[in-house]
T-cell receptor, first 115, second 117 residues
Framework: ETGVTQTPRHLVMGMTNKKSLKCEQHLGHNAMYWYKQSAKKPLELMFVYSLEERVENNSVPSRFSPECPNSSHLFLHLHTLQPEDSALYLC??????????????FGPGTRLTVT | AQSVTQLDSHVSVSEGTPVLLRCNYSSSYSPSLFWYVQHPNKGLQLLLKYTSAATLVKGINGFEAEFKKSETSFHLTKPSAHMSDAAEYFCVVSHLISSGSARQLTFGSGTQLTVLP
């Protein structure tokens, strides 16, 4: 496997379910990110982990809970979601610190539908 | 604060004609700028990046962008469109997250490019 992988690619869940999204990067990076892409809205940064430590929580509701057990893996635990949480959830990774541009490499995303 | 504005939500061109996707940025210091492309049901792919080394940046698939500080613009161009270029394009500015060494990307709202046969 190369690059950034995400599983599952599609997920349908009820509002009372608990599920988790998984992201794995094979690039040797040390920072990982969760983004939310909703229809007709710009991509929104949700969480950032740098060197396995959470450094940013962009005012995300507590029904989303990230976990970064090591520099290659990132999870997003979901519980009691709302229909407006339906979106494409993208994971990304990068190398830090940087002296210049710090491009992020994205996974294919998980399409989440909350019913 | 950093922000980007993509001036066109939709652009339609004929195959073989030039492509111009417009982006203006706002940044309190010398920015790092990117263009990403997203094909349907796919993740985001980096097209090119500006790091202050050269104002004209060449990317993949024949795309290039020119950084113009006086106009605060970073427009994306391609001399000749191909059907496979049909996708959504995002202009992005990068800045350091205050609490650490990671960088935050701020995305524009995207431009949907349609290529007509």
């Amino acid at each position: 496997e190369t690059g950034v992988t995400q599983t599952p690619r599609h997920l349908v869940m009820g509002m009372t379910n608990k599920k988790s999204l998984k992201c794995e990067q094979h690039l040797g990076h040390n920072a990982m990110y969760w983004y939310k892409q909703s229809a007709k809205k710009p991509l929104e940064l949700m969480f950032v982990y740098s060197l396995e430590e959470r450094v940013e929580n962009n005012s995300v509701p507590s029904r989303f809970s990230p976990e970064c057990p090591n520099s290659s893996h990132l999870f997003l635990h979901l519980h009691t979601l709302q229909p407006e949480d339906s979106a494409l959830y993208l994971c990304a990774s990068s190398q830090v610190p940087t002296r210049g541009a710090d491009e992020q490499y994205f996974g294919p995303g998980t399409r989440l539908t909350v019913t | 604060a950093q922000s980007v504005t993509q001036l066109d939500s939709h652009v339609s061109v004929s195959e073989g004609t030039p492509v111009l996707l417009r982006c203006n940025y706002s940044s309190s210091y010398s920015p790092s700028l990117f263009w990403y492309v997203q094909h349907p049901n796919k993740g985001l792919q980096l097209l090119l990046k500006y790091t202050s080394a050269a104002t004209l940046v060449k990317g993949i698939n024949g795309f290039e962008a020119e950084f113009k500080k006086s106009e605060t613009s970073f427009h994306l161009t391609k001399p000749s469109a191909h059907m496979s270029d049909a996708a959504e394009y995002f202009c992005v500015v990068s800045h350091l997250i205050s609490s650490g060494s990671a960088r935050q990307l701020t995305f524009g709202s995207g431009t949907q490019l349609t290529v007509l046969p």
